[in-house]
């Protein structure tokens, strides 16, 4: 059974493209004939030209829209797609899951001719960045750290790529982890939770301690006194990059 099949119930709830990150995702794509969207989840972010969704998870295929391009059940590590097959692949918020990186990075780059884009985090701004990990859950911090594999890694992985800063807006309609950055009530929703790897994946038990001293910090305004500088901010570099990597 796929990571998915569990963590994605209730994916659509909170995980919908924002356009504004849309709109970067469209600027990297660019104009092109044919794009496949590996670790598409339910469809968020594809572009008009996409052509084909790469997706392991039947629960994540079944959220997917009517309408939305044709789907495969398959890993990124093993693409059931011939070489060249189209312009651009993309992989969005999906490398972190993958068992093997660089056999699925290497995939991306048979299929495509032209270009490859992936969205994905840089784990050092986000530990410095992002008060709810740095200053609450140090464990979920290590987490990642055993997860995501470093941005210049990647890049190298990709034979050299272009990195551009996703800055994340202040009412980010797509509840990834740092999406909610000013809006620190909503980490103690667990539905809020529940469409973050990051906040499902370590278990309760253990955001527990962190989750109770930020609920803590909310009800006596230490919270709103400590960030008060984030509270002025549209949008926040919290460490998401897009990755542009021409073949
Ligand atoms: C956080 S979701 C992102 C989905 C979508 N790209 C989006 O931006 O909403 C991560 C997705 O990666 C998929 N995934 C996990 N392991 C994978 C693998 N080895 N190859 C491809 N996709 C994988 C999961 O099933 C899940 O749908």
Redesign the pocket.
Known sequence: M????V??VA?ART?R?DPRVAARIRGAVGEVGGVI?????????ETAGTVLA????R??LAQRPVGAAPAVQ????RLPVRDGAVDTV?????V?????PAA?IAELRRVARRRVVV?TWDQRVFRERFWLVRDYLPEAAAFDDARATPVDRLCELLGGARQEVVPVPHDCV?G?AAAYWRRPHAYLDPRVRAGV?LLAQPGEEILAPGLARLAEDLATGRWHTRHAGLLTLDALDVGYRLLVADQ
């Open positions: 796929a990571v998915y099949d963590l994605g994916y995980r493209a969207n590996v670790g598409a989840g339910s469809g968020s972010y790469v997706e392991p998870s629960v994540m398959a890993v990124a590590e993309m992989a969005l918020l999906t972190h899951h993958w068992s093997d699925g969205l797509d990834f790897s």
